[in-house]
């Protein structure tokens, strides 16, 4: 009888393990988030990619593809500067051949129509500038942020499980004498899959779980009795 007693236990036990590992594997995983590189996406159709190269030099960039720029124009100055560039890119100011007459603008923002969980763009700024970009998810009149990077490398790009729909990015220049400016290309953006929900069997087994370890406990104390 005791043999049997500490036998069902450790079945017990064992089973109670499985059952645990089974149902917190079906939990999704908490959020994280890091710096990410070109090779990073998935690539088209998942990936969408806006290259500027629809966009007026001098023009506001406006919305493009559901993402919507502020402080951000058409450009061509930086042409052969930028990585992978065409004839087109953006910039943020109108004319970044006369910093003086038209200032760079900080923060530039990018709105998307739907939440995001990857961006990323080629970057040019001047060097040393301090680039501070922030993943923000807005709903209604609330803003969290999500995650905030300082960054500066010739493609910067970012990944957070947790979802956004706003990317803001301030530029300090890195001297009195410099301007903080800022161009970019090939803009990049994906959703990826959303977390899968606990399902109904989870439940299940969390709660036979729970009845599992009740019984375990008092096999136990039978057990300790008996011995």
Known sequence: GTLFVKAFSMKTIVLSNAIAALALAA????????????????????????????????????????????????????VGFLPNSGTMHAANSPDPGNPSIAPPTSPVT???????????????????????????????SSQTLVEQFVFSTPFMGFENTS????????????????QPALAL??????????PVPLPPAAYMGLGLLAGIGVLARRRRRAASRTL
């Open 27 to 78: 939990v999704a995983l908490p959020a994280s988030a890091g710096t990410i590189g070109p090779g990073d996406f998935s690539g088209p159709p998942t990936t969408k990619v806006i290259d500027f190269e629809s966009t007026t030099a001098g023009q506001p960039v406006g919305t493009i593809d559901g993402v919507t720029f502020t402080n951000l124009w058409g450009s061509n100055a930086f």
């Open 185 to 194: 290309d090939n803009f990049r953006f994906e959703t990826t899959a959303a």
């Open 163 to 178: 979802a956004f729909n706003l990317v803001n990015v301030h530029v300090v220049a890195p001297g009195a004498n410099t």
């Open 110 to 140: 990018m709105s998307f129509a739907s939440p995001v969980n990857l961006v990323g763009w080629d970057s040019l700024a001047n060097p040393g500038s301090r680039i501070t970009v922030d993943l923000i998810s807005v709903k209604g």
